[in-house]
């Protein structure tokens, strides 16, 4: 078993690395972490990076294990579903389950990471380090060149392990693949869509301009925007849109003029709300939005990748971070299991998560379809229908795709992908096919036929998984 005498480096300290080294910093084990930005407790470096997340129970999870549940749930605002918002400036809520207790929580980027930094440096065996670039890694020999930002100079720190949390274009990723030392697979897809990031101010007394317990969509099939609030009563604001197809794209909305007939046209009960929105479009960037998937996740008992810097996804599922977080707690679970060596370690830590994140990409592409075209859709909104009827009805005998990988923390992100996507095709064929309807309102005994009708069917198409060999 790994000695807690040794020395560990994390390369980066966003929110995977700080709850990392907050966590092994609890275990015992002297901790180094290097991160390349300023301390974002003494610096404003938000720059146009999504300034709020979606925060549920899997990362809730990691909370409750390092302790921290009541502090971060102090940065929380509840969002009980979806406001939907139509082009003629009509909106309806959709929640995100039939059970009261389920809903997903915006949270402040910054508040939280701050947090777990505060929390790791309360332990005497972890230092954190900023404005440390990490230049490259040296697996083989378990040592790190950073560049200090101030004076320039270069210099090399070695450990026993180094966890690289250093995000999607991480440096220890990059040196596993440059090196070539072994067979290392990796993938780097990018949507056709880009994203920018805009505001919704506060009223001058500091209320919201709108709803505040919900993720607001304007879903417009090729194209959306999105806005999640802030403890100020601001929303933080995300237009999702192509950069080059469409008669409205990032390549063409190139002047004030162009931008504001967009909005008018697309978005006009928002465009209300944001008389800041040209200052915002025209300071802020335009972002790429990508997955990253690579092979394996480890060198030997010497270096590990973890977090975003394993598998970034995109945003459409709001599990990019609880899926950092969630690996925190899978690692910690591996080396509850006293395994032999680092080596040990990092193969069964990585055995047991990637089928899991894995999944939970390809589900986050998933419902960049849904939420830009999908929840618009009738035959989908009437499915969402009978499924909040199923969950309020009957809490203890189902849930929906959404709920299985949301508030389903004891299932893997496979198995929620597997059971949902067949419960998804199950009620949709049977809608399309009139086989069930939730046109009137239905009885009790008759949403129990429709329940046991939807779990057969749900069964026979996980069998029919089963045989083409996608096994659960």
């Known amino acids: 078993m790994p000695t807690k005498q040794q020395n560990i480096l994390i390369i980066g300290a966003g929110l995977c690395g700080s709850l990392l080294a907050l966590r092994l910093g609890q275990r015992g084990y002297n901790v180094v972490v ?214 409205y794209n990032f390549n063409n909305l190139t002047n004030e003029e162009v931008v504001l007939e967009f909005f008018k046209k697309e978005f006009p009960d928002a465009l209300s709300l944001m008389p800041n929105l040209l200052d915002d479009f025209f300071q802020n960037p335009t972002a790429p939005l990508g997955t990253v998937k690579c092979s394996p996740w480890h060198y030997r008992g010497n270096t590990l990748l973890m977090g975003d810097a394993a598998h970034a996804i995109v945003p459409f599922y709001g599990q990019g971070m609880n899926a950092s977080f969630e690996d925190v707690v899978e690692f910690d679970k591996v080396l509850d299991e006293n395994v032999e060596n680092w080596e040990a370690v990092f193969k069964t830590y990585e055995s047991t998560r990637k089928k899991d994140t894995d999944a939970i990409a390809d589900l986050a592409i998933d419902n960049f379809h849904e939420m830009k075209d999908h929840v618009a859709n009738p035959i989908f909104q009437e499915k969402r229908k009978l499924e909040m009827a199923l969950e309020k009805e009957f809490p203890n005998e189902y849930s929906s795709k959404y709920s299985l990988v949301t508030f389903n923390e004891g299932m893997g992100y496979r198995n929620a992908m597997l059971r949902g996507r067949a419960q998804d095709k199950a009620i949709l064929n049977m809608l399309s096919d009139g086989d069930i309807s939730t046109v009137i309102d239905i009885t009790k005994e008759k949403l129990k036929e429709i329940l046991e009708q939807v779990k057969t069917e749900t069964e026979a198409i996980l069998e029919d998984d089963r045989i083409a060999g996608l096994k659960q």
């Not at 939280?112 to 440390?132: C, G, M, P, Q, S």
């Not at 560049?147 to 270069?154: A, F, Q, V």
């Not at 317990?213 to 192509?242: C, K, Q």
């Open 34 to 247: 290097y991160e390349m930005r300023p301390d974002l407790r003494k610096v404003d470096i938000s720059a146009g990076r999504s300034i709020n997340l979606a925060f549920s129970d899997r990362g809730n999870k990691a909370m409750k294990l390092v302790g921290i549940e009541d502090k971060v749930k102090a940065l929380c605002i509840p969002m009980h579903g979806r406001m939907i918002h139509d082009i003629n400036g009509v909106s309806h809520l959709s929640n995100y389950s039939g059970r009261e207790h389920e809903y997903i929580n915006s949270i402040s980027r910054g508040g939280l990471n701050a947090l777990l930094l505060d929390e790791a440096e309360k332990h005497n065996n972890v230092k954190i380090y900023f404005n440390k670039t990490c230049k490259s890694v040296d697996f083989e020999n378990t040592t790190a060149l950073f560049k200090d930002y101030h004076s320039k100079k270069e210099f090399i720190e070695d450990a026993d392990i180094i966890i690289a949390t250093d995000g999607a274009g991480s440096a220890m990723r990059k040196s596993y693949y440059l090196g070539k030392k072994f067979l290392f697979s990796f993938s780097q897809d990018y949507l056709t869509h880009g994203y920018k990031e805009l505001s919704i101010l506060p009223k001058e007394n500091g209320d919201y301009k709108t709803y505040k317990n919900a993720l607001h969509i304007w879903p417009r099939g090729d194209f959306m925007l999105i806005a999640l609030p802030n403890l100020d009563g601001s929303f933080t604001v995300t237009l999702f849109l192509s950069y080059n197809e469409g008669n």
